[in-house]
């Protein structure tokens, strides 16, 4: 069973000029109405996330040999955890799609996307000021974790009823991301869960 951390909002609250980067702007040449546009959604996106960190910390022992990263070398054991935005801001880029508010939809899906960046760099942040040292953040796609790990990840390990996993590996909702972090320190016993 997975232990459960609820951030702040304003934890999740990606930096406007990363943001606008990713969306392709450069903040000091945009136009201050469009500026003013994209403040306004920023706080509208902001009001629809329910963000949500489910984790377990295991033994290297206890894991899949299919879901441990190959450079995960001489870890003794791995914290998975998988963060969310919650349902709400998916219904949101949706409805401003179906109203053909492209610009907005495409806006609020960027900074969502951001969002989500800034809550695994805060929960892994955590992790680390707790544990020690560890690997990088790992996610389930890259290198030779298939992503339809996800699947075993969210029913079997966390127990997730709130996120489906497609076959395809694919969560939703979509701002929803399984990550791992492997920890070196053998003086210290398995981590215990974060506070």
């Known amino acids: 069973m997975s ?15 990363i943001f606008l980067s990713r969306a392709g702007a450069r903040y000091g040449r945009i136009d201050e109405s469009l500026i003013h546009r994209v ?8 009001e629809k996330i329910e963000p949500v960190v489910f984790y377990s910390t295991l033994s290297l022992s206890l894991l899949p040999e299919q879901m441990i990263p190959s450079n995960f070398q001489n870890v003794t054991a791995i914290t998975v955890f998988l963060s969310t935005l919650g349902s709400s801001i998916d219904n949101l880029i949706s409805r401003l799609t179906e109203q053909q508010r492209t610009f907005d939809a495409f806006i609020v899906d960027s900074w969502a996307s951001e969002s989500l960046e800034k809550l695994n760099e805060r929960f892994d942040h955590l992790l680390r000021e707790r544990f020690g040292k560890g690997t990088m953040r790992f996610s389930p796609g890259y290198g030779n974790v298939d992503l339809r790990m996800n699947g075993y990840i969210v029913r079997e390990l966390l127990k997730v009823d709130q996120v489906k996993v497609l076959d395809s590996g694919v969560m939703i909702p979509r701002k929803t991301t399984t990550c791992m972090i492997g920890w070196f320190d053998e003086k210290r016993r398995v981590p215990e869960n974060v506070e």
């Open 3 to 17: 232990e459960v951390f609820y951030p702040d909002r304003l934890d999740c609250m990606p930096d406007k000029r």
């Open 39 to 46: 403040n306004e959604l920023f706080l509208v996106a902001l």
